[in-house]
T-cell receptor, first 112, second 115 residues
Framework: TQLLEQSPQFLSIQEGENLTVYCNSS?????LQWYRQEPGEGPVLLVT?????EVKKLKRLTFQFGDARKDSSLHITAAQPGDTGLYLC????????????FGKGTRLSVIA | EPEVTQTPSHQVTQMGQEVILRCVPI?????FYWYRQILGQKVEFLVS????????KSEIFDDQFSVERPDGSNFTLKIRSTKLEDSAMYFC?????????????FGDGTRLSIL
């Protein structure tokens, strides 16, 4: 079973600070997705990364897929209270009709 | 933007009773999934479904579970005889195709509470 380890598990920062969360595996993934989940709701897709070394930006969020497609990072610049939530990485083990493998998530709290 | 919808949002059921969770996937999507998330734990895969057949299922998806696409829009998960440990959030997801850049989109889930 391929695992995705996310770190840190919890992160509490002040508004305006920068942060990076990590998603690591010993296995190669054909693609990785980042989702954000609010309490009592389903995961909402933020981005998909497919190519090794790929970098995608979504406003103040920067996502990177590792060159070997085994890891990914999410960097948030100038965090705001609205960024508070659970950030999940999830990947496809291989191409085709494959289920998503999820990490446990990083719970981010941005304090005003 | 099209979205996956799930009903009910919360279901409370006595242990041993049957429960049906309903999902309406995004209309042009062809691949459907059920996941569950026990409180405080990670999202776990249950089953995938394509062309009116189960494509893959996990160890969790035992004989008590079944899925069905009874018509052109609904996708259901049935648990025949619920157990206390079935209490969890159940998420439906759908996917348009199988290219790596085609992600799964999730509904808001059904919170299942077994008493």
């Amino acid at each position: 079973t391929q695992l995705l380890e996310q770190s840190p598990q919890f992160l509490s920062i002040q508004e305006g600070e920068n942060l990076t969360v990590y998603c690591n595996s010993s296995s190669v993934f054909s693609s990785l997705q980042w989702y954000r989940q609010e309490p009592g709701e389903g995961p909402v897709l933020l981005v998909t990364v497919v190519t090794g070394g790929e970098v995608k930006k979504l406003k103040r969020l920067t996502f990177q897929f590792g060159d070997a497609r085994k890891d990914s990072s999410l960097h948030i610049t100038a965090a705001q209270p609205g960024d508070t939530g659970l950030y999940l990485c999830a990947g496809y083990n291989y191409s085709g009709n494959t289920p998503l493998v999820f990490g446990k998530g990083t719970r981010l709290s941005v304090i005003a | 933007e099209p979205e996956v919808t799930q009903t009910p949002s919360h279901q409370v059921t006595q242990m041993g009773q049957e429960v049906i969770l309903r999902c309406v996937p995004i209309s042009n999507h062809l691949y459907f999934y059920w996941y569950r998330q026990i409180l405080g734990q990670k999202v776990e895969f249950l089953v995938s479904f394509y062309n009116n057949e189960i494509s893959e299922k996990s160890e969790i998806f035992d004989d008590q579970f079944s899925v069905e696409r009874p018509d052109g829009s609904n996708f259901t998960l049935k648990i025949r005889s619920t157990k206390l440990e079935d209490s969890a959030m159940y998420f439906c997801a759908s996917r348009e195709g199988l290219y790596s850049n085609q992600p799964q989109h999730f509904g808001d889930g059904t919170r299942l509470s077994i008493l």
